[in-house]
């Protein structure tokens, strides 16, 4: 368990030293009705608001992270078994970015493992911005006769702030 902790660090340091600029705004979901999921839930949750830096942990939709929890326990003598899915969420658009089960001893080592995980996925966070942009982009332009408006972080790259298809195809489709 030494090693979740020191790897768990390492990313830390990774995580918080990336281009992020401002904490993301995480929500984590799980069933507050079932008592494995509630047992590690809120572990995980302190974790994760422990990084301000990092993270806001919120309760609403205003969140960029979406995170959901879940465990399970045949009896008081077995194991964990929890995984989680994280999906980003951009405006009303949404990306999985990854997710994880695990198998762990006691509610302590789930949240631990889980955290460590969730780190890895949140490495990703820049790029899967950058893909979504221009997915969303694309997809305006194949269902528009017209022009769409660029993404702000964009627009330095393709030098306009509204484009059509065929400029956009003239120009160079933008590598994710």
Same mark, same amino acid.
């Given at each position: 368990?030494?090693?979740?902790?020191?790897?768990? $660090?390492?990313?830390?340091?990774?995580?918080?030293?990336?281009?992020?600029?401002?904490?993301?705004?995480? /929500?984590?979901?799980?069933?507050?009705?079932?008592?494995?999921?509630?047992?590690?839930?809120?572990?995980?949750?302190?974790?994760?608001?422990?990084?301000?830096?990092?993270?806001?942990?919120?309760?609403?939709?205003? /969140?960029?992270? +979406?995170?959901?929890?879940?465990?399970?326990?045949?009896?008081?003598?077995? +194991?964990?078994?929890? #995984?989680? $899915?994280?999906?980003?969420?951009?405006?009303?658009?949404? $990306?999985?970015? =990854?997710? $994880?089960?695990? %198998?762990?001893?006691?509610?302590?080592?789930?949240?631990?493992?889980? #955290?460590?995980?969730?780190?890895?996925?949140?490495?990703?966070?820049?790029?899967?911005?950058?893909?979504?942009?221009? =997915?969303?982009?694309?997809?305006?332009?194949?269902?528009?006769?017209?022009?769409?408006? %660029?993404?702000?972080?964009? %627009?330095?790259?393709?030098?306009?702030?509204?484009?059509?298809? +065929?400029?956009?195809? /003239?120009?160079?489709?933008?590598?994710?």
């Amino acid at each position: 368990m030494k090693n979740i902790f020191a790897f768990a $660090a390492v990313l830390l340091f990774a995580t918080a030293a990336s281009a992020q600029t401002a904490p993301i705004k995480v /929500r984590i979901l799980y069933d507050t009705t079932d008592a494995t999921s509630s047992a590690v839930a809120p572990l995980l949750t302190q974790k994760i608001a422990a990084q301000p830096t990092l993270f806001t942990v919120v309760n609403s939709n205003e /969140r960029n992270l +979406s995170i959901l929890a879940d465990c399970y326990i045949e009896s008081a003598n077995n +194991s964990y078994s929890c #995984f989680y $899915a994280a999906n980003k969420w951009l405006g009303s658009s949404q $990306a999985f970015l =990854g997710g $994880a089960g695990i %198998v762990t001893k006691s509610a302590e080592d789930a949240a631990t493992a889980l #955290f460590a995980s969730i780190l890895l996925v949140v490495q990703r966070w820049n790029s899967t911005d950058r893909r979504m942009l221009i =997915g969303e982009l694309e997809n305006c332009l194949a269902l528009t006769k017209s022009s769409c408006a %660029v993404p702000e972080s964009l %627009v330095p790259e393709l030098k306009v702030k509204s484009i059509n298809l +065929s400029r956009y195809d /003239r120009t160079g489709r933008l590598k994710p």
